[in-house]
């Protein structure tokens, strides 16, 4: 079955600085899709950025990038020049196709607290 | 675009009440999915509606759960009764196509209490 892990369940970093979420998953499909979610207290998931698995580059969304590693089945994210406002909860999620459905498997999140 | 519609934002009942929650998707979205989140968990799907079809609804307690989505719209998800491990917040969620390659679009979701 497919499992998403998320190791860090909180992290911090200082305004301006870089920090990276960790993401592992568990898959025998060749053939995927990869995402990370922000979750604010407003509690509405935001998506952050996907990744293809078929794609060697990694996804870049002006400030957000990720570490695909498809043989090891990592995926990090690194937020740059970190915001206050990227204070939230991330989710790591996998994108699981069997059949009709294509549900997501999230991880179970890290809090990102970011210092002034 | 109007987002993913939701109520009500939260919600206390006892146990052994029932409960409804609404959903309304963006416009044009064929796909609807119910998910629930328990504190310090992910997001877990409950029911996946295409248009007003389920296709996957094999995480739903159905002796408690049931859902439905009239019309190939809105949506309506109900629990009789309740327990007090139904405690999460309820998240309704939306996609265009069938495949959702490119991530849902998810409400601000239901916070429900049972005491």
């Known amino acids: 079955a497919q499992t998403v892990t998320q190791s860090q369940p909180e992290m911090s970093v200082q305004e301006a600085e870089t920090v990276t979420l960790s993401c592992t998953y568990d898959t025998s499909e060749s053939d995927y899709y990869l995402f990370w979610y922000k979750q604010p207290p407003s509690r509405q998931m935001i998506l952050v950025i996907r990744?293809?698995?078929?794609?060697?580059q990694n996804a870049t969304e002006n400030r957000f990038s990720v570490n695909f590693q498809k043989a090891a089945k990592s995926f990090s994210l690194k937020i740059s020049d970190s915001q206050l406002g990227d204070a939230a909860m991330y989710f790591c999620?996998?994108?699981?196709?069997?059949?009709?459905?294509?549900?997501?498997?999230f991880g179970t999140g890290t809090l990102l607290a970011v210092q002034p | 675009e109007a987002g993913v519609a939701q109520s009500p934002r939260y919600k206390i009942i006892e146990k052994r009440q029932s409960v409804a929650f609404w959903c309304n998707p963006i416009?044009?979205?064929?796909?609807l999915y119910w998910y629930q989140q328990i504190l310090g968990q992910g997001p877990k799907l409950l029911i996946q509606f295409q248009n007003n079809g389920v296709v996957d609804d094999s995480q739903l307690p159905k002796d408690r759960f049931s859902a439905e989505r009239l019309k190939g719209v809105d949506s309506t998800l109900k629990i009789q009764p309740a327990k007090l491990e139904d405690s999460a917040v309820y998240l309704c969620a939306s996609s265009l196509g069938t495949a959702g390659i490119y991530g849902y679009t998810f409400g601000s979701g239901t916070r429900l209490t049972v005491v």
């Open positions: 990744q293809e698995a078929y794609k060697q």
């Open positions: 416009s044009g979205h064929a796909t």
């Open positions: 999620a996998y994108r699981m196709e069997g059949g009709a459905t294509n549900k997501l498997i």
